[in-house]
C-alpha cells in the first residue's frame, strides 16, 4: 500500500532564530566595513565631547558648593553653561550616529539578502537554509521578488512589537506576524519542525557565551570610565 508523501511542517520559532542570527553574522562584517569611517569619527566625537564634559564637572560642583539659591536655579545655571551645553550636543550627535549608521546598513543589506535569496531558487536565506528551512507563499509555490520584499518590510512590524510579532511563531499555526501580514510561511523538513543539529546548539551557546562577555565588558568600561571622572572630579 503506497503511502500519501508527508507534507513539510511549519518551522518553530528555534530554529528560526538560529537561521536568523547566522544571517546576521554574515552581514555584521559588512556593516562594520561600509561603516567603519563614519563610526570611528563619532567614536572619537564621542570621547571629546566625554572628556568636555568631564573637564566642566569640577567648576560646576565649585558652583555648587559655593551655594546657589536652590536646586532649580542651580539645574538652570548648569543648562545654560556653553561648555556643558555644547559638550552634551556633541555626544548626543555621535551616539546617534553610532546607533543609526549600523542599523540603516543593516536594514539595508539585510533587504538585499533576504529578497534575494528568498525569491532564488534556494528559498531560503544561507541561514536559513543551513537549518533547513524554506521560505514559501501561502499557496506552497516559490515567492517572487515583490512577494519577498513585502515579507521583509512586514518583519519590521515584528521588531516594532518588541518581538512579540516574532513570538507569535512559537504557538499555532505556528506563523510570526509578518508571516500573516505578508502571505508567507517557513517551512522544515517532515517531522523536523523543532530539531536542531548539535552544531546549531553549539552556535547557541557560543552566542550566549559572546552576550555575557559584551555585558561584562561594558560594565568594567562604564565603572573604569566613572572612577576617571570622579578622580578628574577630585583632582586626584
Not at 508527508?6 to 528560526?16: C, D, E, F, S
Not at 535569496?117 to 528551512?133: N, V
Request: proline fraction near 7%; charge should be neutral.
Amino acid at each position: 500500500m503506497a503511502h500519501a508523501p508527508v507534507k513539510p511542517a511549519p518551522a518553530g520559532i528555534l530554529p528560526r532564530s538560529v537561521a536568523w542570527s547566522l544571517d546576521a553574522a554574515c552581514l555584521l562584517p559588512l556593516v562594520l566595513l561600509l561603516g567603519s569611517a563614519r563610526m570611528g569619527d563619532a567614536l572619537d566625537q564621542a570621547r571629546l565631547a566625554s572628556d568636555a564634559m568631564a573637564a566642566a564637572i569640577p567648576r560646576l560642583l565649585e558652583q555648587a558648593i559655593g551655594g546657589a539659591p536652590d536646586p532649580l536655579a542651580l539645574a538652570r545655571l548648569w543648562l545654560a553653561d556653553p561648555a556643558l551645553a555644547a559638550a552634551s550636543a556633541s555626544l548626543q550627535s555621535a551616539l546617534s550616529d553610532l546607533v543609526l549608521t549600523p542599523l540603516l546598513l543593516y536594514v539595508l543589506l539585510a533587504c538585499v539578502w533576504s529578497v534575494g535569496f528568498e525569491a532564488s531558487a534556494w528559498q531560503a536565506t544561507p541561514g536559513k537554509r543551513a537549518l533547513g528551512l524554506t521560505v514559501v507563499d501561502q499557496g506552497g509555490g516559490r515567492l517572487r521578488s515583490g512577494g519577498a520584499l513585502l515579507r521583509f518590510l512586514a518583519a519590521g512590524l515584528s521588531w516594532l512589537t518588541l518581538n512579540i510579532g516574532h513570538a507569535l511563531a512559537a504557538f499555532p499555526p505556528y506563523l510570526a506576524l509578518h508571516d500573516h501580514v505578508s502571505g508567507t510561511r517557513v517551512l522544515a523538513a517532515p517531522h523536523d519542525r523543532t530539531r536542531m543539529p548539535p552544531w546549531a546548539w553549539a552556535w547557541l551557546g557560543l552566542l550566549g557565551l559572546a552576550f555575557l562577555v559584551a555585558v561584562a565588558w561594558g560594565f568594567v568600561h562604564l565603572q573604569a570610565a566613572m572612577q576617571a571622572a570622579m578622580d578628574r572630579t577630585l583632582g586626584v
